[in-house]
């Protein structure tokens, strides 16, 4: 039997709270779960961002934070052990994972510039098409089969890759992306063997490859696990051989950084740091904290580290892993295998009754909160569909409804009693109804769309 590898020095109460309040709450959010204040949730499974549990080691060396406004001691702390993870030169932090993509993107980006990746996450894709590049994603085939089991389904699919540039002309390709874990595509894996193919493609046409690189620490335990030559490795040398085959990465130290806030851009390439570096003063801060208080350096400087403690790893996968089977125990269509940090829950499958221009997964979430004041996160159509020009509607390729775990955050307990209420939701689920957006904003409008039932 897995435990904790921890035990808790602080607690915090949850809110109970009774199911007209929470009816009323979700009206009065426009059934937009990101208006719900956190005050009216009982188990918060909407993102593992920044959301997960400090540890004493990372509040103290906090308290030791150095706020000198340039060249303080702790960007220097910060510096040395991204540098000893990731092995690049030039480490730049930003205040979390988007401005790293908003600054690489207004480098390399902009109008006709097409960016690939196995799947860009909901950020990422927004920050390169505000530039007026495209993305696209190439997911392996057998990522769209939600309930297949395969060990890397967060792959990219290679051969689509190399046609894709041999189309377009690397010209067009400013870089190649991977994202690991893929957390839009169900925060699979991606193997060691597809980065390494990845990199001789994109470097066969003189493509930098940079990987988003968010959950590293999850993805090389996965590698551990699965991948073969990996076993006796160790969680750390698994993750410098993966960057090892990049120019670059970009992270959200808000994840696999143990941190409530952060973010970084890291990478070999001189000419894009020195410009990363010019836009970061003008909109971040100087390049020693990046719009960071100096303290939060000193905690991912210690969380970067822990996250890479294969007891954590182990403790937080097998977690993640208790509450997929918990749920697949009542029935409930999940994506298989879960993934490192959030079960999806397969809403096709769930409400087969709901078109996906209806929103099948916010009608899903939006029940399972009034059921039992747990929030979790639509990643479908309603994250992902779009509107064409000619009026007709595109759908995600998954309409999932994601239970994101926070980092040393909830107990087993906690889970059980998430699983209990899905299954009461999956129980009447014949009549849930499907939704339509009342407003929108151009981008990201899962954010702050606001939503009705279809009577
Ligand atoms: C969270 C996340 C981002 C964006 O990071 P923020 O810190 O939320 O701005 C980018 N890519 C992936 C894969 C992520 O999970």
Known sequence: MEFEP??????????????????????????????????????????????????????SAMFDGDEAYAGSRSYYKFEEVVRNITGFKHIIPTHQGRAAERILFSILGG????????????????????????????????????DEIADFKGNIDLDKLESFINTHTKE???LVMLTVTNNSGGGQPVSME?????????????????????????NAYFIKQREQGYESKSI??????????????????????????????????????EQARVILIVTEGFITYGG???????????????????????????????????LQKRGIPILLPTGGHAVYIDASKFTPHIPSHQFPGQAIACEIYIEGGVRTV????????????SGSFQPSNFELVRLAIPRRVYTN???????????RVYKHRQNLKGMKITYEAPYLRHFTAHLEYIS
């Open 292 to 326: 960071l208080a100096r303290r939060d350096l000193e905690a991912l400087a210690v969380g970067l580290m822990e996250a890479l403690d294969e007891s954590y790893l182990s403790y937080r996968i097998e977690q993640v892993k208790f509450l997929g089977n918990e």
């Open 413 to 423: 307990n906690h889970l059980l009693y998430v699983a209990d209420v899905i299954d």
């Open 378 to 389: 639509e990643i479908g159509s309603l994250m992902f569909g779009k509107r064409k020009e």
């Open 111 to 146: 109008k006709g510039k097409l960016i690939p990746s196995n799947t860009h996450f909901d950020t990422t894709r927004a920050n390169i098409e505000y530039t007026g590049a495209t993305a696209f994603d190439f997911p392996s085939p057998i990522a769209l089969k939600t």
């Open 172 to 174: 067009k390709i400013p």
């Open 236 to 273: 750390i040398e698994i993750a410098k051989e993966m960057f090892s085959y990049a120019d670059g990465c970009l992270m959200s130290a808000k994840k696999d950084g143990l941190s409530n806030t952060g973010g970084f851009i890291a990478t070999n390439l001189d000419q894009i740091a």
């Open 194 to 218: 597809n980065i390494r193919k990845t990199s001789e493609i994109s470097h066969k046409y003189g493509i930098p490859f940079f990987i988003d690189c968010c959950r590293f620490a999850e």
């Open 6 to 59: 921890f035990r808790i020095k602080v607690v915090e109460p949850i809110p109970i709270t009774q199911r007209e309040y929470r009816v009323e709450k979700l009206r009065e959010a426009h059934y937009n779960l990101f208006f719900l204040r956190s005050d009216d949730i009982t188990i918060d499974l909407l993102t593992d961002s920044g959301t997960g549990a400090m540890s004493s080691k990372q509040w």
